[in-house]
């Protein structure tokens, strides 16, 4: 991936998820790419149904 494509995609996460409030339910999380754009104030469910994509992080 070419780093143009890179910020876009961080872009779109940002846009997307830094206006969410409260219990936040994320389905097919996969390895937690979202989580570092996520806001510290909600309150986070992730769910991932793929074992091979599934890792836990703190």
């Given at each position: 991936?070419?780093?143009?494509?890179?910020?876009?995609?961080?872009?779109?996460?940002?846009?997307?998820v830094s206006?969410?409030?409260?219990?936040?339910?994320?389905?097919?999380?996969?390895?937690?790419?979202?989580?570092?754009?996520?806001?510290?104030?909600?309150?986070?469910i992730a769910?991932?149904?793929?074992?091979?994509?599934?890792?836990?992080?703190d």
């Amino acid at each position: 991936m070419s780093n143009n494509q890179s910020s876009i995609i961080q872009r779109i996460r940002i846009d997307t998820v830094s206006s969410l409030s409260g219990t936040v339910l994320e389905i097919g999380a996969g390895n937690g790419d979202n989580l570092p754009y996520l806001p510290k104030s909600i309150s986070l469910i992730a769910l991932e149904p793929d074992k091979r994509r599934c890792t836990i992080r703190d």
